[in-house]
C-alpha cells in the first residue's frame, strides 16, 4: 500500500543540487516523513526525518509544504557518490516498521 | 559495535538445506528488524524483535523461516529447507526503542543452487 509517490527516476548534474519530491497527499497528523538512499550493493542508509518544520542535515534539507501533502529532499551539490535509490517513507509516531516504495532512482552525472 | 554486522555476507546453499544468517545490531538498540530484497525488488518486512520478543511476525513467508533475538543483542534468521525463491539479499537493521532512525547492516546474499 503505497502511501507516497516518487518519480521513477532523475539525473542531476554532479555539483548541482538534487531536488527529489514526494508526494503524500494522504498523510496523517501523527506521521513523520523519513527519507532513506540504497546506494547499489549496500543496506538502506538513513538520511532526514521531518514532521512538519523543514530539516538540515549534514547529509540533506527537507522541505515540507504547509499543508503536508507534499515534501522534497535536497541535496545540496551531488557528487557521484550519491547515486542511489531514495525512498520517501511515512511512519506514525511509535510505529516501526518501515514499507519501502520503488523510491526514485537517482542519476548524478559526471 | 560501530555499526549493524552480518554474517555471512554471502552463502550460496544447496536446495533443502537449512541456513542461518546472523545480525549484531548496534549496541543498546532495542529494536531490531529482517527484510528481505529480492534482485531488482524493493525491501520486504520479514519479522520485527522488541528486545528478545516478537510482537510482530507477519512478514515471515513460510513456516520454513523462523527468526530468534537474545536478549537485546544477536538475533538468527533461519530458513529451512531452503528453495530457489529463497535467494535473496537478507537485511537486517536496529533502532532505538521507538526511535525508527534505523541503521541497516550491509546484507547476506543468499543464494540456493
Known amino acids: 500500500d503505497a502511501k507516497t509517490t516518487q518519480p521513477p527516476s532523475m539525473d542531476c548534474a554532479e555539483g548541482r543540487a538534487a531536488n527529489l519530491p514526494c508526494n503524500h497527499s494522504?498523510?496523517?497528523?501523527?506521521?513523520?516523513v523519513y527519507w532513506y538512499r540504497q546506494i547499489h550493493s549496500q543496506g538502506p542508509q538513513y538520511i532526514i526525518h521531518g514532521l512538519k518544520n523543514n530539516e538540515t542535515n549534514e547529509m540533506a534539507s527537507l522541505i515540507i509544504t504547509e499543508d503536508r501533502k507534499s515534501s522534497t529532499l535536497i541535496l545540496p551539490h551531488a557528487t557521484l557518490r550519491d547515486t542511489a535509490v531514495y525512498y520517501c517513507i511515512l511512519i506514525g509516531a511509535g510505529s516501526y516498521q518501515l514499507t519501502f516504495g520503488k523510491g526514485t532512482k537517482l542519476s548524478v552525472i559526471p | 559495535g560501530a555499526g549493524v554486522s552480518q554474517s555471512p555476507s554471502n552463502k550460496v546453499t544447496e536446495k533443502g538445506k537449512d541456513v542461518e544468517l546472523r545480525c549484531d545490531p548496534i549496541s543498546g538498540h532495542t529494536a531490531l528488524y529482517w527484510y528481505r530484497q529480492r534482485l531488482g525488488q524493493g525491501l520486504e518486512f520479514l519479522i520485527y524483535f522488541q528486545g528478545n520478543s516478537a510482537p510482530d511476525k507477519s512478514g515471515l513467508p513460510s513456516d520454513r523461516f523462523s527468526a530468534e533475538r537474545t536478549g537485546e543483542s544477536v538475533s538468527t534468521l533461519t530458513i529451512q529447507r531452503t528453495q530457489q525463491e529463497d535467494s535473496a539479499v537478507y537485511l537486517c537493521a536496529s533502532s532505538s526503542y521507538m526511535n525508527t532512525e534505523a541503521f541497516f547492516g550491509q546484507g547476506t546474499r543468499l543464494t540456493v543452487v
Open positions: 494522504t498523510i496523517s497528523g501523527n506521521e513523520y
